[in-house]
């Protein structure tokens, strides 16, 4: 019999790096993996993004609708509640020996509960980062503490998941999966780029924008995506390309000004979603990174790209030293692009080495998998492991 294993996603993001795990586990002969979909995948407001998964050639096994149309902290406590319930039902028809998630989000959270709830172990991507400016933080860390397996991007990660109770010899650090991505992954020519977004990315220079709210701040989302874009309106040799914000709690604000702003500057251009191959095209070719998305830490600086990283929305995860950081006001804003947009600074940036690994995630996550999965090695009576020792 094979092994059946669910593979969860919500967002475009997580999809992009779930892929090549995803492949290579549909691969291999000992499983039968189901791609299960929810959250701004399956809304037309976020590019209805479940399309580029059929597109890659998977079969998604159930969409399982639950994101309602609002970002207030009410209704995204009542997605939960909706993607609780959907998931109960889907995971008592189809019993998976695994699920594998990745993240922090808050649709993830309301499955792992389900998931546990029914006895299903789960392999969780990414534990142990912080992001101390988005409620992101604790998600994280409940993630962790209702997930079995657990794959870090950093040794430091990995210490830290340990750190909250998990025993040492269920936690490995793989690196991150976007490096394999870049690594990997038949990008696009500039010329394939500028006609797929009908931009002359020759015309002039660019920057790729991405910018979230800081769930952790209450009603800071417009008076920051105001700076951000009034910081974009001084560079008007420059072209902004913009990807919008997920489906978090004021989410909705900055996609709304964001379109405001695009109406009105030529040089400002939005996207829902580029899909994964089109964004990391669009990484190689820019000139400089900006707004507040992990991609700035984590994809950047293996293209050697400058990264204006702004707020608090990652403070705390590990950087390149290709990463600046800067407050959410326009004067500052303008001062960090300035730097990282410098000769010095440039030649710098492209000397940077990740701290995210070497590019050989999925192989080392389906070892492990195999390992627990086909060794029967799963014991769902946790110990909780006390660090009275070094790790």
Do not use: W
């Amino acid at each position: 019999m094979k092994k059946k294993i669910s593979v969860l996603t919500a967002t475009r993001a997580e999809y992009g790096l779930l892929k090549p795990i995803i492949a290579k586990l549909n691969a291999a002969e000992e499983f039968d993996v189901r791609i299960v979909v929810t959250g701004a995948h399956l809304s037309p407001e976020f590019g209805l993004t479940y399309r580029e998964i059929e597109r890659d050639g998977f079969i998604i096994d159930e969409k399982i609708e639950m994101l309602l149309s609002s970002d207030t902290p009410s209704s995204v406590t009542k997605s939960m509640g909706l993607a609780m319930i959907g998931f109960a039902d889907y995971f008592e028809k189809f019993k998976p020996d695994l699920l594998i998630v990745l993240g922090d989000r808050y649709e993830t959270l309301a499955v792992v509960i389900a998931a546990a709830n029914q006895r299903i172990p789960v392999a969780h991507l990414y534990g142990g980062e912080t992001t101390q400016g988005a409620i992101d933080e604790s998600i994280r860390h409940a993630i962790t503490k209702f997930s079995y397996l657990h794959f870090t991007s950093t040794e430091e990660y990995r210490r830290r998941v340990i750190q909250l109770g998990e025993e040492p010899e269920r936690v490995f650090n793989v690196g991150a999966i976007g490096i394999e991505n870049i690594l990997n992954e038949k990008l696009m020519s500039k010329e394939e780029l500028g006609k797929e977004l009908n931009i002359d990315l020759k015309k002039r220079p660019y920057a790729m924008v991405t910018f979230h709210p800081v769930t952790l701040e209450e009603n800071s989302a417009e008076k920051q995506i105001r700076a951000l874009l009034e910081a974009c309106r001084e560079y008007g040799d420059i072209n902004f390309i913009f990807t919008k914000a997920n489906a978090d709690e004021q989410g909705r604000v900055i996609n709304r000004i964001i379109d405001e702003y695009a109406i009105k500057y030529e040089n400002i251009a939005v996207f829902t979603s580029l899909g994964t191959v089109k964004y990391l095209s669009a990484l190689k070719y820019c000139s400089i990174v900006i707004g507040n998305s992990s991609s700035g830490l984590m994809e950047a600086p293996v293209f050697g790209i400058p990264t204006v990283n702004i707020g608090d929305r990652q403070k705390g995860r590990i950087q390149a030293s290709s990463v600046i950081n800067c407050e959410p006001v326009k004067e500052d804003i303008l001062r960090a692009i300035e730097t990282a947009l410098s000769d010095s600074f440039a030649k710098k940036a492209k000397e940077t080495v990740s701290p995210y690994g070497d590019g050989h995630t999925s192989d080392k996550v389906i070892e492990v998998i195999k390992e627990y999965l086909l060794d029967k090695k799963i014991d769902l009576k946790k110990k909780f492991y006390d660090c009275t020792v070094d790790l």
